[in-house]
């Protein structure tokens, strides 16, 4: 060994990281999560993914295809059959049309999708506008793609749906996308046509693309989703972003897709090509099951989150906790603001009194603050215990 | 379908109040149609479907296949009401195929079973031959599979 080799000075791993991973704070679900883990006998209705395990006929077309030796990559955009596939099923549900060709692609998860669509479009400094309370990982993934986040708040009173108003006022010269989240995860809310249409105005007038994480369309409760692309002329402008994970059970399996413009669609092709090379493709043979012969079962499954979101949301406010109509996803979000307690005060009680967790509203944003996420895929008998303890917990406050 | 009965299909302890509270509805309109279709004889009984064969006294099961002679005017009705009556015959279906009827009996052990169907069943009239398939074991009844396996598991917080 060289002389110069002995005597080292002390590694420092923490010099080799990336500034802007190590300045990010780690997710605030993450405090949450061990305090649960460590509960023994607690009821979780933090759980944002479903209760019900993927259709068997999905898996078992899984395991015959891995039998077959079906083991190999796929085209970076994923199987054509399955974007075939899912283009029609879009057609069905939306009437617009995709190319199969080059307006889809397969990605590892909605989550994959998110990150490409910010790392596709947005360049050093650009801004995004996103409404918050919401999902995790978009503010993250815009300031990963170089991006900055300009988050606006949405209210209870608006049934947190995002106002054009909201959106104008966080608008600069920098700003370049705009996100969209509906049916909404954490509120359960959702945007109707007439709610979209009131925002097409500011998007066209500030040449805003539209980001729009979908995965929850399925999982709407009073009448069919509506997407941002579906409004006159905003096609173009929109990238779809949705999978399986949510409507046929799907969250382990992580297949997602984008539909868009071409030359978007294009742009995260090539981030996907050079990052995930495919999504996987035994998950790509499941989707593809579940897109063509998934919908009774989750139509069931729908059905099933609807009873349990009447009975939840009623009995939500029949102890006293005042929670507006969620009319998507699984989530029920109701409001702790009579209690005197912060979000985090009243889950950190709850879990330790009552073993009941559910997750702070704050962790989804500021304006989450006050709110409480409370997942209803969990089984009725759960919800119900779930109620009687967080009935005990509002009498002894 | 009816989504009340939908609902006790899957679960016959689901009180009005619980079934009221999934639909939406009120609780006294949701006891009032459970009565109507009590009366109306849509709702039979409320059973539980038990997995006897976790238990050390257990029962033994066959599944019979009968070829039977039509009758004039009754066709095959007479004669499965018949077998019907038989409190050890737990279910009586004509069926399509080489056979007739198809019942299912159940008995203390396949002794019992067997003088039963010798004793009772093979002589009725009508029926003309009689082939008798012991359960041997039941991976999933009325649409629950009876295997025990460990619960997948999720985590116990996701965003």
């Excluded at chain 1, 405090?31 to 933090?46: N, Y």
């Excluded at chain 1, 500011?202 to 040449?207: K, S």
């Excluded at chain 1, 030359?263 to 092709?269: E, I, P």
């Excluded at chain 1, 330790?352 to 500021?366: L, R, S, T, Y």
Aim: with cysteine.
């Amino acid at each position: 060994m060289k002389q110069s080799l002995k005597n080292l000075p002390a590694w420092n791993a923490d010099a080799h990281l990336n500034k802007t991973v190590k300045a990010m704070p780690p997710s605030g679900i993450r405090k949450f999560f061990d305090l649960v883990s460590e509960m023994e006998g607690a009821i979780s209705l933090g759980v944002g993914e479903p209760d019900f395990v993927t259709p068997w006929h999905v898996r078992e077309a899984c395991i015959y295809s891995l039998e077959s030796g079906n083991t190999h990559y796929t085209s970076n955009k994923g199987m054509p059959e399955l974007r075939e596939s899912i283009c029609d099923q879009v057609h069905k549900d939306l009437k617009l049309d995709y190319d199969p060709g080059e307006e889809i692609l397969i990605t590892t998860g909605v989550s994959e999708a998110v990150d490409l669509a910010f790392r596709a479009t947005l360049n050093p400094g650009d801004e995004a506008v996103v409404p918050e309370p919401c999902y995790v990982a978009y503010t993250p993934d815009i300031i990963l793609a170089g991006g900055v986040p300009r988050t606006v708040p949405t209210k209870l009173a608006d049934e947190f749906r995002v106002q054009p108003e909201e959106i104008a006022s966080a608008i600069t010269d920098k700003t370049r996308a705009m996100l969209l989240s509906y049916p909404n995860n954490p509120t359960g809310a959702i945007m109707t046509r007439a709610d979209l249409e009131d925002l097409a105005d500011v998007v066209v007038e500030n040449d805003l693309l539209v980001i729009s994480d979908e995965v929850y369309a399925k999982l709407s409760y009073s009448g069919s989703h509506t997407s941002f692309a579906q409004l006159e002329g905003m096609k173009e402008r929109t990238l779809i972003l949705n999978g399986l994970s949510k409507s046929h059970a799907m969250t382990g399996w992580r297949i997602g897709y984008a539909l868009g413009d071409p030359a978007l669609v294009g742009a995260m092709t090539k981030v996907h090509q050079y990052t995930m090379l495919c999504a996987p493709t035994m998950a790509q043979v499941a989707a593809l099951e579940a897109m063509e012969k998934g919908d009774e079962e989750m139509l069931h499954m729908r059905h099933e989150y609807d009873l349990r979101r009447r009975m939840f949301v009623s009995g939500l406010n029949r102890i006293g906790m005042n929670c507006f109509e969620p009319r998507g996803a699984f989530y029920a979000f109701p409001s702790v603001q009579g209690t005197g307690l912060s979000s985090e005060e009243f889950a950190e009680r709850l879990l330790k009194e009552q073993k009941v967790a559910v997750v702070p509203g704050n962790v989804f944003g500021p304006s989450g603050e006050g709110f409480l996420r409370c997942s209803y895929a969990t089984s009725r008998e759960e919800l119900i215990e779930a109620l009687d303890r967080m009935e005990t917990f509002l009498g002894g406050l | 379908m009816n989504e009340i009965l939908e609902i006790l299909s899957e679960n016959a302890k689901a009180t009005p109040s619980e079934i009221a509270a999934l639909l939406g509805r009120p609780e006294a309109d949701v006891a009032r149609e459970i009565r109507e279709l009590e009366d109306a004889g849509v709702i039979r009984k409320y059973v539980t479907l038990i997995n006897w064969e976790k238990l050390d006294q257990s029962f033994v099961f066959a599944v019979l296949e009968l070829k039977v002679a039509l009758q004039r005017k009754t066709g095959y009705d007479a004669v499965a009401e018949r077998i019907a009556r038989f409190s050890e015959v737990e279910s009586v279906r004509l069926i399509s195929g080489d056979h007739d009827l198809s019942i299912t009996v159940k008995g203390k052990s396949m002794k019992d079973i067997a003088y039963f169907v010798a004793e009772r069943i093979a002589p009725l009239e009508g029926v003309q031959s009689t082939c008798t398939h012991f359960i041997l074991k039941s991976y999933k009844e009325h649409g629950v599979i009876l295997i025990d396996k460990p619960k997948p598991t999720r985590l116990v917080v996701t965003p």
